[in-house]
Nanobody, 121 residues
Framework: QVQLVESGGGLVQPGGSLSLSCAASGSLSTFYDMGWYRQAPGSQRELVASITRRGSTNYEDSVKGRFTITRDNAKNTVYLQMNNLKPEDTAVYYC???????????????WGQGTQVTVSS
């Protein structure tokens, strides 16, 4: 079983940056591809970035060029660097341990508790 703990959220002004971390209690390197999701009030949870075990990445269109997902398998940690943040990026951000299949990321049963990101002046 894998336990995930996110950190790094907070309040930032438009155009600012935040770096989120997701620390896993178990080993990520062998078994799991990873994804960062977000959920804004009144909206469905959406996948914003994902990374394979080998480090290949994919991004939702609205965050391409602004967000970067990375992983450090030795530290069992996944990161999301968010630059040029916009008010519409405001949401609770969750990390997930899942799997890629046929080029698409599928969420697994392991979720973190979420970290709030608020972009406001």
């Amino acid at each position: 079983q894998v336990q995930l703990v996110e950190s790094g959220g907070g309040l930032v002004q438009p155009g600012g940056s935040l770096s989120l971390s997701c620390a896993a209690s178990g080993s990520l390197s062998t078994f799991y591809d990873m994804g960062w999701y977000r959920q804004a009030p009144g909206s469905q949870r959406e996948l914003v970035a994902s990374i394979t075990r080998r480090g290949s990445t994919n991004y939702e269109d609205s965050v391409k060029g602004r967000f970067t997902i990375t992983r450090d398998n030795a530290k069992n940690t996944v990161y999301l660097q968010m630059n040029n943040l916009k008010p519409e990026d405001t949401a609770v951000y969750y990390c997930n341990a899942g799997q890629y299949s046929s080029g698409s990321y599928y969420s697994g049963p392991y979720w973190g508790q979420g970290t709030q990101v608020t972009v406001s002046s």
